[in-house]
């Protein structure tokens, strides 16, 4: 480690907290339903869209109608995009003649693109026409990034009012995230990658010449417009197979700092928004700070281990000198490549720009463990912020136990519906991952009848068991970053992924919907001497600590089988 590479780290830390009060502001007066300095621009647009699809903006919904208005959009979306992928071949923009896809890659590709997952078990520049990954992906990067905006806007509204038995209008929700806050902020963000050398263009292919003489088909298309709401929207999923590692997707130094400014940038104004909305930003920046140390932490533990040599190297009295190199591009280095796999698994983008299989089995289990804590490190826009909300209703009831208290949270009792549905909201995921993970690797026979035996994991030992583990708590925790070790594009890896998916994304989000409805028809309590403060190191503490128990309780011995039980086993000179 160096002191250049800590102040990279410092400056990146810098940069999204300098972003988070007027990202924050500005859609704190959006969803509040006042005035922007876009609003005599957009406004007659976003009239225009209500009375098209017959939407009364100024009619709220309980949470069930929020909830059943969410699920019918991603319904419909699911559908729409399965018919794309199975009908490319016959619709515009298919320059490369690419046939249709197949059942199970589309399901899968489908249900991934509509979680805000981005899980690709395809190669996006042989396998996608321009229209599928326009219209069909590209599209729904929006209308995911968005749902999870506006979820995160309702659950505060609980917290925020008192009484009601409303949290809000989906559809105007929706449709105010994606024309106020994505397009504008999408726009601005791919004509800086195009002036940086991103592509965005209609043409397939261009013909180029090497140094060495040899002639080489580069595949173009339009990547800058994907790549610009993939990063703000935290959905990861890349135009190239290399995703964010290719240079026609992250070409420059520059391009790539930018880039892991947006992953961050509005799940972070989300806790601010939290602060504004219920009276007291000191409760958004505290949410904050917990994220921020948990984040903190996975960058100094990724960083040291793979600035550190491979044992085995050093006693074969080889010293590469730079650290593991292995699967990282050499104009990003080492501190850029563990600094973006900790941002990009912290948040839900799935975004890569090194390999994650290549890294040192401790740097590799720190992605991991992002993602298995629930993505709740910032988190994906929207999502990061209701599923640490739900860890602080947990930390609320264990303080309000061990004080012999009632636990309240911003002025509203937690009772014991409240904690049942946030524990089924907490432990979906965790069932989901290790459930798969274990049919998985205890069923090999199961995978060989469906698949033929041509796909798996490509390594054995601890290593293949993490290939298996990471992929189902990547879809599980709707990431879709991949340890590039495992060939997923087949019916069991793709069937299993997808319902992985699902669950991971609506088993999470109905209980928190059912939550906010709760709270918002409770009165708000003031504070008194007895109240436990939410605002200060002491709560902080509580919350990253009951976080760090959840997920080692739960994760440890899968982690054990599989990164740690790796580590021990390279000191001794054992290598997968």
Partial sequence: MTVIGWLQIALFVLAVVLLVRPLGGYMTRLFSGEKVFLTPVLRPIEKALYWAGGVKSDQEQSWRGYALAMLALHAAAFVLLYAILRL???????????????????????VSFITNTNWQSYGGETTLSHFSQMVGLTVQNFLSAATGIVLAVAFIRAFARSRVDAIGNFWVDLTRANLYVLLPISILFALFLVWQGVPQTFAASAAATTLEGSDQTLA???????????????????????????PFENPTALSNFIQMISIFAIGAALTNVLGRMVGDERQGWAILAAMGVLFIAGVGVAYSAEASANPALLAAGLDPGAGNMEGKEVRFGIVSSALFAVITTA?????????????????????????????????????????????????????????????????????????KLTMLGILCVPFAI?????????????????DGGVAGPQDAGPHGFS??????????????????????????????????????????????????????????????????????????????????????????????????????????????
């Fill in 220 to 246: 173009l298309g339009p990547v800058a417009s994907q790549v610009a709401i993939k990063m703000l929207g935290t959905n990861g999923g890349g135009f190239f197979n290399a995703n964010a590692a290719h």
């Fill in 88 to 110: 490319q071949h016959v619709l515009p923009l298919n320059p490369q003649g690419f046939g249709p896809v197949s059942d199970h890659l589309a399901f899968n590709t489908a």
């Fill in 347 to 419: 948040a839900s983008c799935g975004a890569v720009n090194a390999m994650h299989d290549s890294f040192m089995p401790l740097g590799g289990l720190v992605p991991l463990f992002n993602m298995q804590l629930g993505e709740v490190i910032v988190g994906g826009v929207g999502a990061g912020l209701y599923g640490i909300m739900l860890y602080v209703i947990l930390a609320i009831f264990v303080a309000g136990l061990m004080v012999g208290r009632t636990p309240e949270y911003l002025g509203k009792k937690i009772e014991a519906s409240d904690m």
């Fill in 467 to 576: 290939e298996i583990l990471y992929a189902y708590t990547s879809a599980g925790a709707n990431n879709g970053s991949a340890f590039a070790g495992l060939t997923a594009n087949s019916p069991f890896w793709n069937l299993t992924l997808g319902l992985t998916m699902l669950i991971g994304r609506f088993a999470m989000i109905v209980p928190m919907l059912a939550i906010a409805g709760s709270l918002a028809a409770k009165p708000k309590i003031p504070p008194s001497t007895g109240t436990f403060p939410t605002h200060g190191p002491l709560f902080v503490g509580l919350l990253v600590g009951v976080i760090l128990i959840m997920g080692g309780l739960t994760f440890f011995p899968a982690l054990t089988l599989g990164p740690i039980a790796e580590h021990f086993a390279m000191l001794r000179g054992d290598l997968y």
């Fill in 434 to 450: 290790l459930a798969f993970t274990a049919l998985a690797s205890a069923m090999p026979e199961l995978r060989t009848a469906m």
